[in-house]
DNA sequence: GCCACTAGTGTCAGGAATGATACCATGCCT
DNA sequence: AGGCATGGTATCATTCCTGACACTAGTGGC
């Protein structure tokens, strides 16, 4: 969840910045997008254990946040026990450069950044 | 402010992707970027005008963490009435592809994102 | 003397985001 | 009959984020 849904986009110029940053700005979303455009298809038990440290609950939310979005398509099989499968829709595919560029930052920058904060954690 | 900071960056191979996130994924971080990707520099009152919604204290807020994480800088030129410039670093310069591609995205998708969702807002 | 301007800071409160924990259904295996 | 597996939900508590509001300093203008 991120925080403020603004659907329509007139704020400012750079509206459309923030607007795409609340899709995946949930705490594990981009993760989760990440991971679905790494393996394809994934089961909820597959997601759970590539995010140790999500509780079921939140993964849950959010995959539900990034399916309400249309980012993310959900296929339950009836059977027992349950087997539901997650996997990008087209508009999710469509965010992949968009993750491959922040991945792509991280790999190259993210250790460059110094925290001068107090109240560094981790 | 994100949430969590990890700079042990180790947790899983997307996590790069989170800590990036984690830079501009305050709520006006990325604007705020945006905008002087925009015009350059920018002096606290221009950019408080730039952003309508922003209350004071948040605006500093997030001008002192993305200060602190080496992405923009602060020039405070002692004079009265106070004159206060932020500008973006070479690190923070080197976000421009991230932000671009956030924007490139929403200016052609986010209009097709489909909120099925109830308790939609804005 | 009083007010305005800029760039803040301090405090408080409400609400949202997140986490912990327990619980559910059902079919299979032993 | 008991336990396990999967993919959840429900409830509660807590922590974090955010906004509202008031306050500051120092100089210039009326």
């Not at 991971?35 to 939140?58: A, I, K, S």
């Amino acid at each position: 969840m991120p925080r403020i849904r603004h659907t329509t986009l007139a704020c400012s110029p750079g509206c459309t910045v923030e607007a795409t940053l609340e899709l995946f700005g949930g705490k594990w979303k981009a993760l989760i997008l990440y991971h679905l455009f790494e393996d394809g298809v994934l089961r909820f038990g597959e997601l759970r254990r590539r995010l140790p440290n999500v509780t079921q609950r939140m993964l849950t939310n959010q995959l539900r946040e990034l399916e309400a979005d249309g980012l993310v398509s959900r296929t339950v099989f009836p059977e027992v026990p349950p087997h539901v499968e997650y996997a990008l829709t087209e508009l999710g595919k469509t965010l992949k450069p968009v993750i491959q560029a922040l991945k792509k930052w991280g790999d190259r920058y993210a250790h460059s950044v110094q925290r001068n904060k107090a109240g560094d954690r981790d």
